[in-house]
Structure formats: C-alpha cells, structure tokens
C-alpha cells in the first residue's frame, strides 16, 4: 500500500510540475505563437489568396511544355545576360507562369533578383495592383515582419516553447481520451472553455506536433549550425550536396545558344509520369549552361529541394545527372519539410489542414484566456501586483486574439479600398494589418470593461465587410462568381462570411458574460480543509463531509482538465 501511494504521489507531483511547465511555456509566447498559427493557417491558401488580391488578373493555365517555350522566349528576349533563369510553369493554383532571374551586377546591398508573371497564353507579362498578397501571411508566419534572421529566430524560440507546452500538456491530460469527446458549453464559464481547449488540443494533437516539430526541422541548419560547420569548410559545399537541383555550375565563359527547353521538359514528364515543378537555367548563352528540372512537389509529399531531378547540358541537351531513388535521409527530410508546406495536398486535404491548423490557433488562444480564469480564482483582494499583472495579459489576450483576425479583415479591405495604381500599396496594405492590431492593443487597455465584446464585434463587422466592399470596387464578387464557378473568388468571399459569423457569435457571448453578474469564486483548497475540520468538530457526520466536498482532495488547480469550477469575473470571455 505504501509503495502504491508513492507511487501515486509521483505521477500526481510529475503532472503538477508539467502542469507549471505547460501554463508558462504556452503563456510566455502565446501571443506571438497565436499570430503564428493564424497566419500559418492562411498560408495554406497563399496562391489563392494572392489570386483574390488581384482580381483584374484572369488567365487559364497551360501544359507545362508550352510554358516553357514562352518563357524561354521572354527571358532570350528580355533577360539574356542573367546568372541564372527560375522558370515555374503554371498550375490550377497558380495558372500564371512565374519567371525569376538574377542580373549579373546587381546594385550595392541587393541580391539583384527580378520577379516577372507572364500570361501563358499571349506570352506577355502580367501587372495587376501591387500587392505581397498570400506571401505576407507566409512570411509573417516564420518571420514576423523582422529583419533576417532575427524574425526566424524568433519564431523558433517561439516554436520550441510551442513542442514543450503540447509534450507537457500530453503529460498533464490524466483522461486525454475522454477529453476528446467532453465539451460541455452549457456549462459556461471556465469548464466551457476549458472543455473547448482540451477538445481543440486533442482533436488536433498529432497534426500539431507534427506541424511544430517540421516547423523547427525547416531551420535546422540556422538553430544547429556545428555539425555542418565541422564538416563542411564552405556552407555552399553543404548547400549544394544536399539540395542538389539548386547547385550553381561555373560558367566557362564562351558564348554559345541554350538549347530549347520544352523538348527537356517533354522528356522528364514522360520519365517521371508527372509534373515538373520547376526549370533553373545557369548561365544561359554560355558554353557552361545547365538546365536543371524538378519534379513537381504536387506529385509527392517530399519538398521540391529535395524531390528527384534532371540535369541537361544546356549547349547540346545531353542528360549529365539524373536523381530518382533518393537516399533514406534525403527522403526523411524532405517529407518532413513538405508534410509541414502541404504542397502536395489536394484541395480537400488543403481545407483539412486549414481547419485543424485553426483548431491550434483556438487551442492557443483558449489557454490564454484560461491562464486569466485561473489567476482570477485565486487572486487575493487588494493585491495590486497581481491585479496589474492580470490587467496586462488580459489586455494583451484581447488586443492578439481580436486584434489579429482585424488585421487579417485590415489587409484584405486595404487591397480594395487603396486606388490600384497607388506607388508603395502594398507596403501600406501590410501597415494596415499592424495599425489595426496596435490598435485593438490600445483599445484593449483604454476600455477594460468592454473590450472583449467591442473587439470582437469589430473583428466581426470587418470580415463581413470584405466581401460587401468586394462587390462596388471588382466584378468578380458573389453575386459572379458563384454562377460562374469560380470557386477561388467566391470560396473567399464565403469564407470572410463564416468568419465574421463565428467572431460575431463570441462577441455576443461576450457581451453576456460581462452583463451576467460575477458570482464568488471556489474555494481554494486550505479554504475547504479549514470547513472540513470545523464540520468535524462541530459533530459533522463524516459521510456528510464526504458528500458535501467531493473534490476536497483534489490536486490544486491549474489548466488541466476537470479541476474544480469557476464562474468568470468581468468581461473574459
């Protein structure tokens, strides 16, 4: 019996220790890792996103053979003393062909890349409004808007908290399976929303760890650089063993015609029985030219760095090096790296990874405000630390939860309501994301009372409003595109609509819980001993004590499931 109580004793005192280690690695980065995941969520849509951003670009994919030879043509024309050629013939997501090719004396500070669409069909390129469109939500995720590297090393300090917060959380769960299929929002209060975060963190529990642990594997080389550096006395060396299809070959410095591209890419598509994804040129109209193809990652989970390719003589058209069986590691990695992207995925996995992506940002944003719930339970009255310190959280819970999906809502409707031909829009795009979010921030902590509902409600209105301002500045609105099917356009315009539905309904719970009157917190564990023995000596039987304190001996509490009751104070949602 000892030995069993021991026992007991350890696991209950292991849990607790996670359970610190949980609330305080998920709380210290909790807001940037909410921006994280939001926008990591949108960026699963980034080609979409980009396409409903510039709505005056209407083009129609072509095989990827005829892209190659119009591209060929424009870069032969336009750009025949560059580096290097990056040709991405289109696709259903991305039915413009993308060209980029470096100019071989770049300016002071500049790597000297030149980004160009073209129309597949007449072959000329294509200039819609300025916009960094669905790359902003991509970069933001992994770089948050801050100079390199300082950006990525914040996002995976922020990650690595983020894989310590769900192994611990995995730790903490005593009943993690029937915390899958427990949600009790009748309830109200703390046991709604923690029923709703453990039922968020365990619906998506292998798909987070995943997507965190492929996230931290993405920057490898930056976070653990030793390895490489004892190995390898030139990081080019590294690069260029491992990414294979992106090696740089010198040129020889003697002219002579690049041979045409779409017979090569003809060849590798009835070799691979797929796509190509990708064509780099080096040193087009030299001797030492090479034209190097990738399969397309659509193909296959692994990253299209990592996927198999084709390298051809870029004079004669010979095949010098090909890779089709790649090694155990390379494979490894590359499905790592390309289960974290998703650009395999097919449009019904693509919104399966949207939404349980989601599902890790309510998980997020759930403990945040959980963190609150708990500290306001057992705050002492007139502690004036503690009741700043929960004054600023929640103010920054508010001001990250709503104020980034306004951001969201302040992006899009900047890209409708800027004049098209404005120079530099798209930075001003970008500043209305983060005047919108600095602004939620303030209002946040001006208006303490009201700023979860106002906020929300705000949030709301913004996301119904895209698609209705959609309607008087484009042609392609609900009312078009729906008949038409063009699913891109109103697929976003219906997706902004169940958005502002769903922040409109937690901005009217909101509202209710702040008019509902707060009711006195449970009773913190000294507090119901101390009950306990003075129902005992006054001559208590000891079944009725029993009955009367069923969760006397409780653990204390903490943001783990099933641990005592709590009614909110204020306006926390």
Same mark, same amino acid.
């Given at each position: 019996?000892?030995?069993?109580?021991?026992?007991?004793?350890?696991?209950?005192?292991?849990?607790?220790?996670?359970?610190?280690?949980?609330?305080?690695?998920?709380?210290?980065?909790?807001?940037?890792?909410?921006?994280?995941?939001?926008?990591?969520?949108?960026?699963?849509?980034?080609?979409?996103?980009?396409?409903?951003?510039?709505?005056?670009?209407?083009?129609?994919?072509?095989?990827?053979?005829?892209?190659?030879?119009?591209?060929?043509?424009?870069?032969?024309?336009?750009?025949?003393?560059?580096?290097?050629?990056?040709?991405?013939?289109?696709?259903?997501?991305?039915?413009?062909?993308?060209l980029?090719?470096q100019?071989?004396?770049?300016?002071?500070?500049?790597?000297?890349?030149?980004?160009i669409?073209?129309?597949?069909?007449?072959g000329?390129?294509?200039?819609?409004?300025e916009?960094?469109?669905?790359?902003?939500?991509?970069?933001?995720?992994?770089?948050?808007?801050?100079a390199f590297?300082?950006?990525?090393?914040?996002?995976?300090?922020?990650?690595?908290?983020?894989?310590v917060?769900?192994?611990?959380?995995?730790?903490?769960?005593?009943?993690?399976?029937?915390?899958?299929?427990?949600?009790?929002p009748?309830?109200?209060g703390?046991?709604?929303?923690?029923?709703g975060h453990?039922?968020?963190?365990?619906?998506?529990?292998?798909?987070?760890?995943m997507?965190?642990?492929s996230?931290l594997?993405?920057?490898?080389?930056?976070?653990?650089?030793?390895?490489?550096?004892a190995?390898?006395?030139?990081?080019?060396?590294?690069?260029?063993?491992?990414?294979?299809?992106?090696?740089?070959?010198?040129?020889?410095?003697?002219?002579?015609?690049?041979?045409?591209?779409?017979p090569?890419?003809?060849?590798?598509?009835?070799h691979?029985?797929?796509?190509?994804?990708?064509?780099?040129?080096?040193?087009?109209?030299?001797?030492?030219?090479t034209?190097?193809?990738?399969?397309?990652a659509?193909?296959?989970?692994?990253?299209?760095?990592?996927?198999p390719?084709?390298?051809f003589?870029?004079?004669?058209?010979?095949?010098?090096?090909s890779?089709?069986?790649?090694?155990?590691?390379?494979?490894?990695?590359?499905?790592?790296?390309?289960?974290?992207?998703?650009?395999?995925?097919e449009?019904?996995?693509?919104?399966?990874?949207f939404?349980?992506?989601?599902?890790?940002?309510?998980?997020?944003?759930?403990?945040?405000v959980?963190?609150?719930?708990?500290r *306001?339970? @057992?705050a002492?009255?007139?502690d004036?630390?503690? %009741?700043?310190s +929960?004054? =600023? $959280?929640?103010?920054? &819970?508010?001001?990250?939860?709503?104020?980034?999906?306004?951001?969201?809502?302040?992006?899009?409707?900047a890209n409708?309501?800027?004049?098209?031909?404005?120079?530099?829009?798209?930075?001003w795009?970008?500043?209305?994301?983060?005047?919108?979010?600095g602004?939620?921030l303030?209002?946040?902590?001006?208006?303490? *009372?009201? @700023?979860?509902?106002?906020?929300l409600?705000?949030? %709301?209105?913004? +996301?119904? =409003? $895209?698609?209705?301002? &959609?309607?008087?500045?484009t042609?392609r609105?609900?009312?078009?595109?729906?008949?038409?099917?063009?699913?891109?356009?109103?697929?976003?315009?219906?997706?902004?609509?169940?958005?502002?539905?769903?922040?409109?309904?937690?901005?009217r719970?909101?509202?209710?819980?702040?008019?509902?009157?707060?009711?006195a917190?449970?009773?913190?564990?000294p507090?119901?001993?101390?009950v306990?023995k003075?129902?005992?000596?006054?001559?208590?039987?000891?079944?009725?004590?029993?009955?009367?304190?069923?969760?006397?001996?409780?653990?204390?509490?903490?943001i783990?499931?099933?641990?005592?009751?709590?009614?909110?104070?204020?306006?926390t949602?």
């Amino acid at each position: 019996m000892k030995a069993g109580k021991v026992k007991a004793q350890g696991e209950e005192g292991l849990r607790q220790s996670m359970s610190w280690l949980h609330t305080w690695a998920g709380l210290i980065f909790g807001w940037v890792l909410f921006a994280m995941f939001l926008t990591g969520s949108l960026a699963f849509f980034r080609p979409e996103i980009t396409r409903w951003m510039q709505p005056e670009i209407q083009v129609q994919p072509t095989p990827a053979v005829q892209a190659a030879q119009t591209a060929q043509r424009y870069l032969s024309e336009h750009a025949p003393d560059a580096k290097r050629w990056f040709i991405t013939p289109p696709s259903n997501r991305e039915p413009l062909i993308q060209l980029l090719y470096q100019v071989p004396k770049p300016k002071p500070g500049e790597r000297g890349f030149v980004r160009i669409k073209l129309d597949p069909v007449s072959g000329q390129s294509v200039t819609g409004r300025e916009t960094r469109g669905g790359e902003f939500f991509y970069r933001f995720h992994f770089e948050l808007e801050t100079a390199f590297p300082w950006g990525r090393w914040l996002a995976s300090i922020a990650g690595m908290f983020m894989l310590v917060a769900i192994i611990s959380g995995i730790i903490t769960h005593k009943k993690i399976f029937t915390d899958f299929f427990t949600f009790r929002p009748k309830k109200g209060g703390q046991r709604a929303w923690m029923d709703g975060h453990n039922v968020l963190s365990v619906l998506g529990l292998p798909f987070h760890l995943m997507i965190t642990f492929s996230g931290l594997v993405l920057f490898m080389v930056m976070l653990m650089p030793a390895g490489i550096q004892a190995v390898y006395e030139n990081p080019r060396q590294y690069t260029d063993e491992v990414f294979k299809s992106f090696k740089v070959t010198p040129p020889l410095n003697q002219p002579a015609p690049l041979t045409p591209i779409a017979p090569l890419v003809e060849q590798a598509q009835q070799h691979w029985q797929g796509n190509v994804g990708r064509v780099t040129v080096n040193n087009p109209g030299d001797a030492g030219a090479t034209i190097t193809l990738v399969r397309d990652a659509a193909d296959g989970v692994s990253f299209g760095r990592l996927a198999p390719y084709m390298r051809f003589n870029g004079v004669t058209g010979a095949l010098t090096e090909s890779e089709d069986d790649l090694s155990a590691t390379v494979k490894t990695a590359g499905v790592v790296t390309g289960l974290h992207l998703g650009l395999f995925a097919e449009p019904l996995l693509r919104w399966f990874y949207f939404l349980v992506s989601l599902a890790g940002t309510g998980m997020v944003g759930t403990g945040l405000v959980l963190w609150i719930a708990k500290r *306001r339970q @057992k705050a002492r009255p007139g502690d004036v630390r503690e %009741a700043f310190s +929960l004054r =600023l $959280v929640d103010g920054l &819970n508010a001001g990250t939860i709503a104020g980034v999906v306004l951001g969201v809502a302040a992006f899009f409707l900047a890209n409708r309501l800027l004049p098209a031909d404005m120079p530099g829009r798209q930075i001003w795009e970008v500043r209305a994301f983060f005047i919108a979010w600095g602004g939620s921030l303030i209002y946040a902590f001006l208006f303490q *009372r009201r @700023k979860w509902q106002d906020l929300l409600g705000i949030a %709301a209105a913004a +996301l119904a =409003l $895209v698609p209705v301002v &959609n309607v008087f500045t484009t042609s392609r609105h609900l009312g078009v595109s729906l008949p038409a099917g063009d699913w891109v356009m109103a697929g976003f315009d219906l997706t902004c609509l169940a958005s502002a539905l769903l922040f409109g309904w937690m901005a009217r719970k909101a509202a209710r819980t702040r008019k509902s009157p707060a009711k006195a917190p449970a009773k913190t564990r000294p507090e119901r001993a101390a009950v306990a023995k003075n129902a005992v000596a006054g001559g208590a039987p000891a079944a009725t004590i029993a009955t009367s304190s069923p969760i006397a001996q409780a653990p204390t509490a903490h943001i783990a499931p099933n641990h005592g009751a709590y009614e909110p104070r204020g306006d926390t949602p």
